[in-house]
Structures are given as structure tokens and as C-alpha cells.
């Protein structure tokens, strides 16, 4: 594709299948990197959980490590730097004590410098309907900071999975100036087919962005099924890049900047958004 004019941003986002093996992981998530690389991008995304998918607690904590001591974090930060890409580590799984953890991304500059890291904010404690159930929060420290960084020539807003079910995250980060917002992502397959296409337009569409998230997908060796189908979405809420379906891939797209400040213009909804006070719950609790 060749290098990107002023103004615009070659981005790929990495779709994964990540298992067991962290080994295994890194050399996936590196091959794709540097295939994505080739093919001319200067801003990579790999998914949620590029080091380790494990469903199993006691299994989870024999494998993570400290920040200091993860083999995948000097990976990725080596590839970075010889590749002279911005690279963004959607999340590793980081020990943060004896039995908790970070769901951490990562953004690590053309140095290999990391720029930022982002300890996941919302916790996915839920039961779903076919049975399937998860509590996050009995593993992960939710982060308590959103994150804001200068990169690739604009401003990204970190975000990681469940996130991007809560607006108030992406708007306060586009109200910061972001014009490039992230949620990559585990989405269960169920989850998914639902709410997974929407959630990243309506993400887009509310903050006039460009939102990029990469995926994993498949059925994982932990058993879990994740809806894969990686995505860039316009800020006016066009797909303009997806890796098709589950399997591991990469798929890229230029991001014209331009267009995140000439959707402002035209749909003003950030300049134009007003506080407002909540009223009607007195009444109501009155008539009762």
C-alpha cells in the first residue's frame, strides 16, 4: 500500500485466536504484525488478551507475570522500534499481585518507548442467557483512569472490550480531542452477532471518530468462543475495513484525519452537548 500521505494514518487491526501457549501467542501476534507492516501500516492493533486466553484462575496465575518480568512486552516493544511502527497491544494479561491481575493495553512508540498503558476500566461480570457466565472482577483490577495519548500524528483514546459499552468513556475522550477511539476486544460469539457491528459504529457515529478495534476469534483451546470480525469504522459510521469472520488475519485501512474534524462540523453533537439535572424520580416516588 506504501506510506501514508500527510494527514492520514495506515492502520491495521490483528485478529487472534490466542490460546495457552503465551510462547505460541507471541509469535502469532508477531508474524501478523509484520505481515500488516509490510503491507504498509504505521498503526497496529492486535486484540484483548494477545498474550493469554485462559479461562482456568489457577492456570491463568502460573503463567502471568509482573510487567517487569512478561516476555511479550519486550517483545512487542523490540518489534516496534524495528519496525518503526506505533504499535498498540490491545491487552495483556500482567500480574499485579499474588492473585490479581491487569487487563492492560499497551501503545509503544517507534522507539519501542511504551506511550501509555490502559488497565481495563469496566469489568464484564455478567450471566448470559445460554448459560455462559463470567466475573472478571474476581481476577482483574478495573482500572480507575481513562487515557488520552498523542500518537501517529492525532490523539487515541485507549479503550479495551466491555468498554465500549459505555459511551461516557469514548465521549469524554473525543471531548479531549481524540479522533482515533479503540476497543479491542474478546467478544463472546453470543455477545457478538448481537451488539458487536452496532456498538462500534454507534461508537463512531455519537463522537464523529474513527473507531479501531481488533478481535479475537474462533473456538479458544480454554473452550470460550470469541465473534472475531475485526473492525475500522469511519467517523460518519462506515465498515471501511474488517477482517471477514474468525479466523486469524489482519486487515488495513488509511484513515483521512480530516474526516474525524469534518464530521464535527457537520453533526456538532460534542460542541453542542449540555449538562443537564435529572428530575421525576421525586414525583414519581409522591404518586406511589
Not at 504498509?40 to 492493533?45: E, K, L, R, S, V
Not at 479475537?216 to 469472520?245: C, F, K, M, N
Given at each position: 500500500?506504501?506510506?501514508?500521505?500527510?494527514?492520514t494514518?495506515?492502520?491495521?487491526?490483528?485478529?487472534?485466536?490466542?490460546?495457552r501457549?503465551?510462547?505460541?501467542?507471541?509469535?502469532?501476534?508477531?508474524?501478523?504484525?509484520?505481515?500488516?507492516?509490510?503491507?504498509?501500516?504505521?498503526?497496529?492493533?492486535?486484540?484483548?488478551m494477545t498474550?493469554?486466553?485462559?479461562?482456568?484462575?489457577?492456570?491463568?496465575?502460573?503463567?502471568?507475570?509482573?510487567?517487569?518480568?512478561?516476555?511479550?512486552?519486550?517483545v512487542?516493544?523490540?518489534?516496534?522500534?524495528?519496525?518503526?511502527?506505533?504499535?498498540?497491544?490491545?491487552?495483556?494479561?500482567?500480574r499485579?499481585?499474588?492473585?490479581?491481575?491487569?487487563?492492560?493495553?499497551?501503545?509503544?512508540?517507534?522507539?519501542?518507548?511504551?506511550?501509555?498503558?490502559?488497565?481495563?476500566?469496566?469489568?464484564?461480570?455478567?450471566?448470559?442467557p445460554?448459560?455462559?457466565?463470567?466475573?472478571?472482577?474476581?481476577?482483574?483490577?478495573?482500572?480507575?483512569?481513562?487515557?488520552?495519548?498523542?500518537?501517529?500524528?492525532?490523539?487515541?483514546?485507549?479503550?479495551?472490550?466491555?468498554d465500549?459499552?459505555?459511551?461516557?468513556?469514548?465521549?469524554?475522550?473525543a471531548?479531549?480531542?481524540?479522533?482515533?477511539?479503540?476497543?479491542?476486544?474478546?467478544?463472546?460469539?453470543?455477545?457478538?452477532?448481537?451488539?458487536?457491528?452496532?456498538?462500534?459504529?454507534?461508537?463512531?457515529?455519537?463522537?464523529?471518530?474513527?473507531?479501531?478495534?481488533?478481535?479475537?476469534?474462533?473456538?479458544?483451546?480454554?473452550?470460550?468462543e470469541?465473534?472475531?470480525?475485526s473492525?475500522?469504522?469511519?467517523?460518519?459510521?462506515?465498515?471501511?475495513?474488517?477482517?471477514?469472520?474468525?479466523?486469524?488475519?489482519?486487515?488495513?485501512?488509511?484513515?483521512?484525519?480530516?474526516?474525524?474534524?469534518?464530521?464535527?462540523?457537520?453533526?456538532?453533537a460534542?460542541?453542542?452537548q449540555?449538562?443537564?439535572?435529572?428530575?421525576g424520580?421525586?414525583e414519581a416516588?409522591?404518586?406511589?
Amino acid at each position: 500500500m506504501g506510506k501514508a500521505e500527510s494527514g492520514t494514518l495506515v492502520a491495521a487491526v490483528i485478529q487472534m485466536r490466542s490460546g495457552r501457549d503465551v510462547a505460541a501467542n507471541i509469535d502469532a501476534a508477531s508474524t501478523l504484525i509484520r505481515q500488516a507492516a509490510a503491507a504498509g501500516a504505521t498503526y497496529i492493533q492486535t486484540p484483548e488478551m494477545t498474550n493469554l486466553l485462559e479461562r482456568s484462575r489457577e492456570d491463568l496465575f502460573v503463567k502471568i507475570r509482573a510487567e517487569r518480568e512478561d516476555p511479550s512486552v519486550a517483545v512487542f516493544a523490540a518489534i516496534a522500534a524495528e519496525l518503526q511502527i506505533v504499535l498498540h497491544i490491545g491487552s495483556l494479561a500482567i500480574r499485579t499481585g499474588v492473585d490479581r491481575a491487569a487487563n492492560r493495553g499497551f501503545l509503544f512508540g517507534t522507539d519501542g518507548v511504551p506511550l501509555a498503558r490502559y488497565d481495563k476500566i469496566h469489568m464484564f461480570d455478567v450471566d448470559l442467557p445460554n448459560g455462559e457466565s463470567w466475573c472478571e472482577s474476581a481476577t482483574y483490577q478495573p482500572g480507575e483512569e481513562a487515557v488520552v495519548v498523542p500518537a501517529a500524528g492525532t490523539l487515541i483514546g485507549l479503550g479495551i472490550c466491555y468498554d465500549i459499552r459505555f459511551p461516557a468513556l469514548f465521549r469524554a475522550q473525543a471531548g479531549a480531542g481524540a479522533r482515533v477511539l479503540t476497543g479491542p476486544a474478546a467478544f463472546t460469539r453470543q455477545t457478538g452477532e448481537a451488539h458487536w457491528h452496532v456498538l462500534q459504529r454507534a461508537r463512531a457515529i455519537e463522537n464523529g471518530a474513527f473507531v479501531v478495534s481488533a478481535a479475537q476469534g474462533g473456538r479458544h483451546e480454554d473452550g470460550r468462543e470469541t465473534y472475531g470480525h475485526s473492525l475500522i469504522v469511519a467517523p460518519w459510521g462506515e465498515v471501511i475495513a474488517e477482517v471477514d469472520g474468525d479466523a486469524p488475519g489482519y486487515a488495513l485501512a488509511v484513515l483521512d484525519l480530516e474526516k474525524a474534524d469534518e464530521a464535527r462540523r457537520r453533526i456538532p453533537a460534542i460542541a453542542n452537548q449540555r449538562k443537564f439535572s435529572l428530575a421525576g424520580l421525586r414525583e414519581a416516588e409522591a404518586v406511589e
